[in-house]
């Protein structure tokens, strides 16, 4: 027992600080050798490479931003899949540590939007489930592979916008009743399940 209480110190201490939250427009471009320590990764997957942040393979273990994100706030940020499976996801408000650790059906900690999911069938805004009900869909619109998409994602009160290319008409919305907020909801993650995804020209602003 004593030995425990000693160590106890040493593992807390061991423990990273997370940078500072987002509370003024912040910009990554990834114009680095390597991910970041403002980026903790939950797995294998991820790498920088010509000022770009490449995906694949990561079996959904995010690669979360330790930054915390304003509870309202316009996520932008550029992304394509160079494949025609498509499946290029991002996970907002979770809780900045979860993965799936089976790689069986992942229960997110926040909203999952994923576009060209499921071999490039449909488009989602998902709240904790991409398998389950609570979630706003749509299956008219593919990715183009090697087409580069611009995404703004916005949230404001219940509602989340998200916009891909077309910043005047939402490509969808999801109204929450019961919105994620407050703790283990105040992060900002890329994912991946398998396929080639790559992200550019990250810009959060607080709302």
């Known amino acids: 027992m004593r030995c425990l209480v000693l ?3 040493l593992v807390f201490a061991c423990k990273l600080k997370d940078p500072p939250p987002i509370n003024a427009q912040w910009f990554d471009g990834f114009e680095r050798s390597d991910i970041g320590s403002n980026y903790v990764a939950t797995g294998d997957g991820y790498e920088v490479a010509a000022g770009q942040l490449s995906a694949k393979g990561a079996h959904n273990h995010p690669l979360w931003l330790r930054k915390k994100i304003p509870r309202n706030a316009r996520i932008e940020f550029d992304a394509w899949s160079t494949e025609p499976r498509g499946d290029i996801k991002v ?25 060209g999911g499921w071999h490039n069938t449909k488009s989602i805004i998902a709240k904790l489930d991409e398998h389950g009900t609570a979630m706003a869909q749509r299956a008219d619109v593919k990715v183009v592979p090697g087409k580069h998409y611009h995404w703004r994602i916005e949230r404001q009160g219940p509602t989340l916008h998200w916009y891909v290319d077309d910043m005047t008409k939402p490509f969808l ?18 994912n991946n399940w398998e396929t080639d995804t790559w992200f550019d020209n990250l810009v959060i602003t607080p709302l």
């Open 7 to 9: 160590l106890l110190p």
């Open 91 to 115: 996970e907002i408000y979770g809780d900045g540590t979860s993965y799936d650790p089976d790689g069986g059906s992942y229960v997110a900690t926040g909203y999952e939007v994923i576009f």
């Open 173 to 190: 919305e999801y109204v929450d009743t019961q919105p994620l907020e407050g703790s283990g909801h105040e992060y900002f993650g890329f």
